[in-house]
Nanobody, 123 residues
Framework: VQLQAFGGGLVQVGGSLRLSCAAS????????MAWFRQAPGKEREFVSG???????NYADSVKGRFTISINNAKNTVYLQMNSLKPEDTAVYYC??????????????????WGQGTLVTVSS
């Protein structure tokens, strides 16, 4: 099983980016997919999660600005990030957890992780 995250980059405050996470190696219909992030000097934190077929969940800090979505045909999860703030600067990781709810926010529940992609928001 492999998760490959990409789409990070440098963006100005108020700008937008879309992260992608391509999943391969199995069918992820029974999985929850999530995005976490780790800012410099801070612990990794939950950003957003989605069951492959339905429910979504967001950290309070990104509600209304970020949207998680899934393209089933491409086995790819996206994180659309709008109205970016300097505090969104972090390395973003995608993760997959079998049989868990999208509301699960702790890292140990997720079985597979992609490499990080760096998002830098400049002011």
């Amino acid at each position: 099983v492999q998760l490959q995250a990409f789409g990070g980059g440098l963006v100005q405050v108020g700008g937008s980016l879309r992260l992608s996470c391509a999943a391969s190696g199995r069918t992820f219909a029974s999985y929850s997919m999530a995005w976490f992030r780790q800012a410099p000097g801070k612990e990794r934190e939950f950003v957003s999660g989605r069951r492959w077929t339905s429910t979504t969940n967001y950290a309070d800090s990104v509600k209304g600005r970020f949207t998680i979505s899934i393209n089933n045909a491409k086995n790819t999860v996206y994180l659309q990030m709008n109205s970016l703030k300097p505090e969104d600067t972090a390395v973003y990781y995608c993760a997959a957890g079998k049989g868990i709810a999208s509301t699960v926010t702790y890292q140990s529940a997720y079985d597979y992780w992609g490499q990080g992609t760096l998002v830098t928001v400049s002011s």
